[in-house]
């Protein structure tokens, strides 16, 4: 379960950003539309434990990531949230196959190289996992990115600008490719973006 309750976030010298309060039951998903600059990132960063939270707060099965120091939410987030980032980063020294083999190490999974295969192959890039990932374009970054946020079976999917490098097929393969490996895990899968073709796929909406 997914509570947010008066949340807001204020950067230096900027106003203050308030979120709309929400909750979701385990293995809900949620699509946060809106233009940029309105607090998509802002919003994402604080379900993930990535920024500190300053009013408010964000209860992840009954944990207040409020009431968590940094290392205790680092380990939160590795245990529970896989995270795609709308600019992804990679360990550059590594092939994809050993960027995602990194990722399930650190998360203290065992490495399950069979998963990962079938990532990238239900994603189109299961020829590419022993390419370096700055040696791809954009979209085949993209998607692993999306295989690395999925690597670790996570409890909550965080996706920030999941499609905006893909075209209307491949846009259709990932969000199926979230909704059924969240829908396989029991997973709330929450995503922030300006793309309105992603609604058609989610019931639950929210306009920020």
């Known amino acids: 379960m997914i509570s947010v309750q008066n ?3 204020t950067y ?3 106003d203050s950003i308030s ?3 929400f909750k979701l039951e385990k293995g809900e998903k949620l699509l946060l539309l809106g233009q940029s600059g309105c607090g998509k990132t802002t919003l994402l960063h604080l379900l993930g ?5 300053q009013k408010g707060n964000v209860l992840i ?7 968590m120091n940094s290392s205790q939410l680092d380990a939160f987030r590795g245990q529970n949230i896989g995270i795609i980032f709308q600019k992804p980063h990679f360990v550059k020294s590594l092939t994809v196959l050993e960027n995602l083999k990194l990722t399930q190490s650190l ?3 065992e490495v399950d190289v069979d998963f990962i295969n079938s990532l990238l192959n239900k994603l189109n890039i299961g020829d590419k996992k022993n390419k370096y990932p700055q040696n791809l374009s954009q979209g085949e970054q993209q998607r692993v990115a999306i295989a690395r946020a999925l690597s670790t079976r996570p409890h909550i999917i965080l996706a920030d600008e999941p499609t905006s490098a ?5 846009t259709k393969e990932v969000i199926d490719l979230l909704e059924q490996q969240a829908s396989e895990q029991k997973a709330n899968l929450i995503i922030v973006t300006h793309d309105n073709r992603l609604k058609e796929h989610f019931k639950n909406r929210i306009e920020l």
Do not use: E
Request: aromatic share 6%; proline share 7%; no cysteine.
């Open 166 to 170: 893909l075209d209307d097929n491949n």
């Open 61 to 67: 099965d009954n944990q207040s990531l409020a009431d």
């Open 7 to 9: 949340l807001t976030y």
């Open 107 to 109: 998360s203290g999974d």
């Open 19 to 21: 979120f709309p309060d």
């Open 49 to 53: 434990g990535l920024l500190k939270i």
């Open 12 to 14: 230096p010298l900027l």
